[in-house]
């Protein structure tokens, strides 16, 4: 299955690919860098610095920095990772900045997490990762 993450909201659609994952589906999601974070910006923002200090620089947690990687960490913590099964799920999920050329076949959207956001409190993971650091 190949998910385009364009305007869809971050936990919504993990929840969605985590069920996916468990269910023994191969996921790729495609354009990670637009997916969006609800929230205002101050919020989502102090948020992820709180996160990014809280670590040491040798023992962690590390915050990753990169739009990928993020959604990907997302979509982890809605995994049993502890267990095999979840291990097994979490190694069927690709995600990619933008398209690449290698992925091929018909493109899915899930109409129950589109943005519909009424009061236009949003983050995008590009605005968040290029905020983090990133150099996207």
Avoid: C
Avoid at 31 to 38: G, K, L, P, R
Avoid at 42 to 62: M, N, S, W
Avoid at 91 to 100: A, D, E, H, R, T
């Amino acid at each position: 299955m190949i998910i385009d993450g364009t305007d869809l909201i971050l936990g919504r659609m993990a929840s969605l690919v985590a069920k996916k994952l468990m269910a023994g589906e191969s996921v790729t999601i495609v354009n990670a860098e637009n997916v969006v974070i609800s929230g205002s910006r101050t919020d989502v923002f102090a948020k992820y610095k709180r996160k990014r200090d809280q670590g040491d620089i040798y023992k962690g947690p590390f915050v990753s920095r990169m739009p990928d990687r993020l959604v990907r960490r997302v979509v982890r913590g809605m995994l049993p990772r502890k267990k095999s099964k979840g291990r097994d799920a979490y190694g069927n999920l690709s995600v990619y900045i933008g398209k690449p050329e290698s992925v091929d076949g018909k493109i899915e959207t899930f109409d129950v997490s589109k943005s519909t956001l009424k009061n236009h409190k949003y983050v995008t993971v590009l605005e968040l990762s290029r905020w983090l650091g990133a150099k996207v």
